[in-house]
């Protein structure tokens, strides 16, 4: 009963991350130039939990609390970073968004190579 409900919570939270995206892109909403840093980045930070969590998953090793923990805390260190940078006139959104693009690109490349080495040990069966 306890891997149904993980299960259902996981793909919702998937389907939850898919219907914002969308809703995103398919709308036409202005975001102010002193708030768009911070969205850039929030969003990145979110991503990497998800895939974080894609990837906890795919190797059975997910917990909820940490994906909520995960994303809460990304979240106020992103704007923790991004506040003081601009408090001393330093670019530190730009680090962020790097550090986090980094940890999206090594999430998705290990999804990928668990993904293969588990086709490829299904295909010698």
Same mark, same amino acid.
Request: with cysteine.
């Given at each position: 009963?306890?891997?149904?409900?993980?299960?259902?919570?996981?793909?919702?939270?998937?389907?939850?991350?898919?219907?914002?995206?969308?809703?995103?892109?398919?709308?036409?909403?202005?975001?102010?130039?002193?708030?768009?840093?911070?969205?850039?980045?929030?969003?990145?930070?979110?991503?990497?939990?998800?895939?974080?969590?894609?990837?906890?998953?795919? #190797?059975?090793?997910?917990?909820?609390?940490?994906?909520?923990?995960?994303?809460?805390?990304?979240?106020?260190?992103?704007?923790?970073?991004?506040?003081?940078? #601009?408090?001393?006139?330093?670019?530190?959104?730009?680090?962020?968004?790097?550090?986090?693009?980094?940890?999206?690109?090594?999430?998705?490349?290990?999804?990928?190579?668990?993904?293969?080495?588990?086709?490829?040990?299904?295909?010698?069966?």
């Amino acid at each position: 009963m306890k891997l149904i409900k993980n299960n259902l919570v996981f793909i919702l939270a998937i389907a939850g991350f898919a219907v914002g995206a969308l809703t995103g892109w398919m709308t036409n909403i202005y975001v102010s130039d002193s708030v768009s840093y911070y969205a850039a980045a929030i969003i990145l930070a979110v991503s990497d939990s998800v895939m974080g969590a894609i990837k906890n998953y795919i #190797s059975s090793t997910y917990r909820f609390k940490e994906f909520i923990i995960g994303i809460v805390v990304n979240i106020v260190a992103v704007i923790a970073f991004i506040f003081a940078g #601009s408090k001393l006139g330093i670019d530190l959104y730009m680090a962020v968004e790097i550090v986090f693009g980094i940890k999206i690109f090594e999430k998705i490349s290990k999804i990928r190579s668990f993904l293969l080495n588990k086709s490829q040990s299904c295909d010698k069966i």
